[in-house]
Nanobody
């Protein structure tokens, strides 16, 4: 069964950078897309970015566009989320998730019910 493991979180000052990593454990990885979601304290979980596994097409939410960059290593089944110019409102638990049947699109980036496999989440704190 597929497991997703996130790493790279931590605490950073506003304007700083972090890079999150999501690694898939399954040898025969056959999912259509990987997404990053986040959940801030007291708020609902929101989609931040997604990437289609084979084609590499990607999308970002408006709140992170221009500051975050998603990429993947197809061979090593790894997805990264490079987060630059971080703001206090980026604070939250970040999750990577895999969708078996849905490619990354404007319809899927924030639809958590489409993602059947989730990592355990990792904390990102942006504070001065």
């Amino acid at each position: 069964q597929l497991r997703l493991v996130e790493s790279g979180g931590g605490m950073v000052r506003p304007g700083g950078s972090l890079r999150l990593t999501c690694t898939a454990s399954e040898t025969n990885f056959d999912y259509s897309s990987i997404a990053w979601f986040r959940q801030a304290p007291g708020k609902e979980r929101e989609g931040v970015s997604c990437i289609s596994w084979r084609g590499g097409g990607y999308m970002y939410s408006n709140s992170v566009k221009g500051r975050f960059a998603i990429s993947r290593d197809y061979t090593n089944k790894t997805v990264w989320l490079q987060m630059n110019n971080l703001r206090p409102e980026d604070t939250g638990i970040y999750y990577c998730a895999a969708a078996h049947e849905y490619y990354c699109s404007i319809a899927t980036i924030d639809s958590e019910n489409l993602y059947g496999v989730w990592g355990q989440g990792i904390q990102v704190t942006v504070s001065s």
